[in-house]
């Protein structure tokens, strides 16, 4: 049991530093922070059921997840080489593409929600 327990330890610590280390390099991974916080406040400003805020919040969370793979993508990418390439090029968008996706979900959620209130 000890074991298991120091297992997940290891892997919350290199999470962290997997977040921390967007957090730091990506400007992006910055903004949507702040995004993040000015959605969380307006989902708890807003008279909203818990299960619309829980998704708005979550969705949020989601294209953070997102950035990170996105960064991940792009490491990987670049440490294989620095040489253009239209394969890395492609899976360099691709991964843009998968923040960009989740966001636009995320927009379209709240839409909803808006509207739903709004009617």
């Given at each position: 049991?000890w074991?298991?327990?120091?297992?997940?330890?290891?892997r919350?610590i290199?999470?962290?530093?997997g977040?921390?280390?967007v957090?730091?390099t990506?400007?992006?991974?910055?903004q949507?922070?702040?995004?993040?916080?000015?959605?969380?406040v307006?989902a708890?400003?807003l008279?909203?059921?818990?299960g619309?805020r829980?998704m708005?919040?979550?969705?949020?969370?989601?294209v953070?997840?997102?950035e990170?793979?996105?960064?991940?993508?792009e490491?990987?990418v670049?440490?294989?080489?620095t040489e253009?390439r239209?394969?890395?090029k492609q899976?360099k968008?691709?991964?843009?593409?998968?923040?960009a996706v989740?966001?636009?979900?995320v927009?379209v959620?709240?839409?909803?929600?808006?509207?739903?209130?709004v009617?």
């Amino acid at each position: 049991m000890w074991q298991q327990l120091k297992r997940v330890r290891q892997r919350a610590i290199w999470s962290w530093d997997g977040f921390a280390h967007v957090c730091k390099t990506e400007g992006s991974m910055a903004q949507w922070l702040v995004a993040n916080v000015v959605f969380a406040v307006l989902a708890f400003a807003l008279p909203l059921s818990a299960g619309e805020r829980g998704m708005l919040l979550m969705g949020g969370i989601i294209v953070l997840a997102a950035e990170c793979m996105n960064t991940a993508i792009e490491r990987v990418v670049d440490d294989i080489s620095t040489e253009k390439r239209d394969a890395a090029k492609q899976a360099k968008d691709c991964g843009s593409a998968a923040v960009a996706v989740t966001a636009v979900s995320v927009g379209v959620a709240w839409v909803c929600v808006i509207v739903g209130l709004v009617w």
